[in-house]
């Protein structure tokens, strides 16, 4: 599985930025993508992940962390293998490089295990946001 990040760059506070995330090679096990994050010198952190199966428990099929829910939307396009990561009302404490990533949780987990590193196994390069 390959994974090519695209759509960073630079934006102002309270702009926008769409990322995506193009999926490659054997994608057929893949039953959920994730959205992460890493800051200078810390530990890469959950910011969204979608169920590829659509909603699921109740009508929840996409996770978003508490700092970012409101303001980044995660969906899919299943015919193109591509995620995407709407991101408005930027914050400067959005900068950071962004990866997305292949999981294989089961809906079961997803809920509890979406923002968990040890979860994904295939990942992109990453693609850096500067928000000044």
């Known amino acids: 599985v390959q994974l090519v990040e695209s759509g960073g760059g630079s934006a102002q506070i309270g702009g926008s930025l769409l990322l995506s995330c193009a999926a490659s090679g054997n994608t057929y096990s893949t039953n959920c993508m994730g959205w992460f994050r890493q800051f200078p010198g810390k530990e890469r952190e959950g910011v969204a992940a979608?169920?590829?199966?659509?909603?699921?428990?109740?009508?929840?099929?996409?996770f978003y962390s508490y700092s970012v829910k409101g303001r980044f939307t995660m969906s899919q396009d299943t015919g193109k293998n591509t995620v995407y990561l709407q991101m408005d009302s930027l914050k400067p404490e959005d900068s950071a490089r962004y990866y997305c990533a292949r999981g294989r949780l089961p809906p079961s987990r997803l809920a509890i295990d979406w923002d968990r590193v040890g979860e994904y196994d295939y990942w992109g390069q990453g693609t850096q946001v500067t928000v000044s």
């Open positions: 979608i169920f590829l199966g659509g909603p699921f428990l109740g009508g929840r099929g996409s």
